[in-house]
């Protein structure tokens, strides 16, 4: 299996999971122009995809859902109050019925070989989830959007071997930043988005010897960068006392979040 992010930040998510014989996006919040030229840097080409999975609603995460599943006849996977808020999106035009396939989280459902499992998050969306992918013994993990974790979050997350997590914000630049009040309290609501350092618990929670690869992701354009990300989870990480810090690999999104894939 492998991971590449395509795209990653408050402005835009899609990100690439696959095998040799599936291949799928999860999120389509970018153009259709950037997913296809995402895809074809790792030489997929969009008629390939067997499913679009949807996180949520929110249009950093579904801009082009219209626009792709008209082009490709790409099915489309959310939980029932997703699909409802997409099929009520107006920008978003006609998208065929027959392509919406109702999920339902912690009930696992299978694309190809690659066996997927939904799970809740804490997030002000209708029915936001994330989900893992696994195959064989090996697992993937998308943790986004959301606002605070618990024990439910950490043992969806446990035994993964690549995270691809949220670092959003760095709550002290969020706090002095532009935002408006009503934005700010949002995002630092338990409906809103991991900080670097609630990012880094989390991960500090669920680390384990086969955790290969932490990938950062959905970095606010405004109240974070990439550096300042990396240094507060490393310094998380290395409160946790953990031995094998060394043999992680942590890689982060920058502005436009294009990641090279993540293999395992
Ligand atoms: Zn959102
Ligand atoms: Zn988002």
Known sequence: MQLCSIAS?????????????TSLLIDVGISKKKIVAGLKEIGIDPNEINGILITH?????????????RAYSIPIYATKGTIEQIKNDKKLGDIKSELFIEIV??????????????????????????????????????????????????EKLKGTNILFIEANHDKKLLEVGPYPYFLKRRILSDLGHLSNEASGKLIADVLHTE?????LGHLSKENNFPELAFESISLELKES?????NDIKIAIANSDGFIKPVKL
């Open 57 to 69: 609603e929110h249009s950093d995460h579904i801009k082009s859902i219209g626009v792709i599943s």
């Open 211 to 215: 955790l290969k690869h932490i990938i």
């Open 105 to 154: 989280a912690d009930k696992g459902f299978v694309i190809n070989d690659i066996f997927i499992e939904a799970f809740n998050i804490s997030h002000d969306a209708a029915e936001p989830v994330c989900y893992n992918f696994l195959k064989g013994d090996k697992k993937i993990s998308i943790a986004t959007d959301l606002g605070c974790y618990n024990d439910y979050i950490k």
């Open 9 to 21: 930040s408050s402005s835009g998510n899609c990100i690439y999971v696959g095998t040799e014989n």
């Open 241 to 245: 006392d953990c031995e094998y810090l």
